[in-house]
């Protein structure tokens, strides 16, 4: 769910298009042993149309599947 800061930034940038107010991508770079728990935080918090979490992490060749 959106505060309602997120939706008045959301809403005056949808009226506006000024770049003050479009929204910007996210990172989180934490440790491995954490980053399970930062993903299920983002999910269980925010909405999907906010913020899409993404895990990278492991080894060059995991990386890429």
Not at 7 to 24: E, I, M, R
Request: charged content about 20%; glycine content about 4%; hydrophobic content about 40%.
């Amino acid at each position: 769910m959106l505060s309602l800061l997120q939706l008045h930034v959301l809403f005056l940038f949808q009226k506006t298009k000024s770049p003050d107010c479009a929204p910007l991508p996210s990172i989180v770079i934490c440790p491995p042993t954490i980053t399970g728990h930062w993903v299920y935080e983002v999910e269980k918090f925010l909405s999907r149309d906010y913020l899409n979490p993404l895990q990278y992490i492991g080894p060059p060749a995991e990386r890429e599947k």
